[in-house]
């Protein structure tokens, strides 16, 4: 009777163990898919409609740029560079605890200028179909160091030129500056989930 119930204790003892270890290794697994692989967002403000709205959560691709040490951001293992036109998410040159996201127009060496409604990437002007603009915008901006006119600058090596597809109410590259390579955590390149926008489930970002 005795020897029974010490091999129950036993099994007992023998699935709580198999419970922890597989609850570990699903925590190692979701940190490891978290730092390198992908990470979820969520759009807290309209800087980048209407492409993304506010409330959108979204997936990011972390692993597009490279494979980077965590904390010190170096890539250790490089992958590919940004392009132009892709949207990312990064950490916000100004403060450090926060994250951005902006869609790429000015890449490492190019020179960049706006005049207007219009952007211009080493003196030709940008196919620029993402870029949404309000009738009011111009003279808002205007008024906020002068971002309808802008330029030239050139993009440091190193570093990009962003901007939020919302260019009337986006705070972006034209007020504080480029974005450091480094500081790109990834591509944004799904919406997940979205409410009250259902509609926009599983929508590709480009």
Known sequence: MKENK?????????????????????????????TFVVQAFKIPSGSMEPTLMIGDHILVNKFIYGVKAPFI?????????????????????VDRSKDF????????GERIEIKGRRIFVNGKQLKDKYGSYSSQGEARVRNLNN???FGPVVVPDGHVFVMGDNRDHSYDSRFWGFVPLESIKGKAFIIYW???HWQRFFHLIR
């Open 6 to 34: 010490d091999k129950e204790t036993i099994k007992k003892k023998s699935t709580l163990r198999e419970y922890a270890e597989a609850a570990v290794i699903a925590v190692l697994l979701a940190l490891f898919i978290r």
């Open 73 to 93: 951001r170096r890539t250790l293992i490089p992958v590919s560079k940004p392009k132009r036109n892709d949207v990312i998410v990064f950490i916000y040159p």
């Open 101 to 108: 996201i902006k869609r790429v127009i000015g890449l490492p």
């Open 147 to 149: 971002a309808y006119r």
């Open 194 to 196: 979205s409410w009250p």
